[in-house]
């Protein structure tokens, strides 16, 4: 059925603008500027499959980690490519928000948001017999121990929230540390007291330790009763969010195409079953409300920034 309304879809648009017929004319590729088999992979993939059969055209997704450069040699791929919509980048909240502050070539008006569709699950975890609980356990506890946090990178989001989140809270951690994974093991060995990672690596192990907050403007709902940590600590919500990004110049007839396809796909079973499981959000935000919350993440970005360097 999803197959059918994407269809349906693209035919309408087409019949209001004869410009829609040509695209997509050849391949098109989603570039993902990280590993295969995270949530930013498994969703683009769906909409690549979903547009190659509602278009009949070949659609592929190409991964491009950046190791110690995170998403920015993928991002600047798609930079480097035709403002025709052959090459679509799938990219979280940094390339436009971060990019344009590191002097690669990234322009705040570099990229046009097609959509947002994903935000991550982060959380910030200890173990089951952590003294603390929540944030504000947490805080008190620090005021007279060390606490060492785990996390996957200083300059990501999620790890961002958290240092705001403690020296709002009149703590910082005593020590930090990145980590390519971050799971029960970590806890359970002892590597860090708290961590800063996604549900889904912890997930085995839930009813053994304690979830601090989630990293979000929402609660995650399969945690039940955790809050955020912008709620615990009343700062703004910022999160790790993923979405799909065309370069300056693409025609808006193409990016409403591209769109069509995506709300589709974000708004199908088995993209609603994997938020289900996951506790990811899964939805479609188009390109107006994209463009704004990526201004007001902007803006939010820069006053976290002056707050860490107090």
Not at 79 to 108: T, Y
Not at 122 to 142: H, R
Not at 225 to 244: K, M, R, Y
Request: hydrophobic fraction near 45%; charge should be negative; aromatic fraction near 8%.
């Amino acid at each position: 059925m999803k197959h059918l309304l994407a269809s349906a879809a693209l035919a309408a648009m087409a019949a209001a603008s004869p410009a829609l017929a040509e695209y997509p004319d050849g391949p098109v590729q989603f570039i993902v500027p990280w590993p295969p088999g995270d949530f930013e992979d498994i969703l683009t993939r769906m909409i690549a499959d979903d547009m190659a059969k509602a278009t009949g055209q070949s659609v592929s997704v190409v991964n491009r980690p950046g190791g110690g450069d995170g998403p920015f040699p993928g991002a600047l791929e798609v930079l480097n490519a035709p403002n025709d919509g052959s090459v679509i980048g799938s990219f979280v909240i940094g390339v436009p928000v971060v990019g344009p502050k590191i002097d690669i070539g990234i322009e705040e008006d570099s990229f046009v948001p097609v959509g947002i569709f994903l935000t991550y699950p982060f959380v910030l975890a200890a173990s089951g017999d952590a003294p603390y609980s929540n944030m504000a356990e947490l805080a008190a506890y620090a005021q007279d121990n060390d606490v060492v946090l785990g996390h996957f990178g200083a300059g990501l989001t999620p790890t961002k929230v958290s240092f705001v989140a403690a020296k709002e809270m009149g703590f910082e951690f005593a020590d930090d540390s990145a980590f390519d994974l971050l799971d029960c093991n970590t806890l359970s060995s002892g590597d860090a007291d708290v961590i800063n990672t996604t549900l889904a690596l912890i997930e085995p192990c839930l009813d053994e330790i304690n979830v601090l907050g989630s990293i979000g403007a929402d609660p995650i709902e399969k945690l039940g009763g955790v809050q955020t940590l912008a709620a615990q600590a009343n700062i703004a919500p910022l999160e790790l969010w993923n979405g799909l990004f065309v370069t300056k110049g693409t025609p808006q007839e193409v990016i409403d195409t591209i769109a069509g396809v995506a709300e589709q796909t974000m708004a199908s079973e088995a993209a609603q079953t994997l938020m289900q499981e996951t506790g990811a959000a899964v939805y479609w935000q188009g390109q107006a409300e994209a463009q704004a919350r990526i201004e007001a993440d902007r803006a939010t970005d820069a006053a976290f920034n002056a707050k860490l360097a107090e």
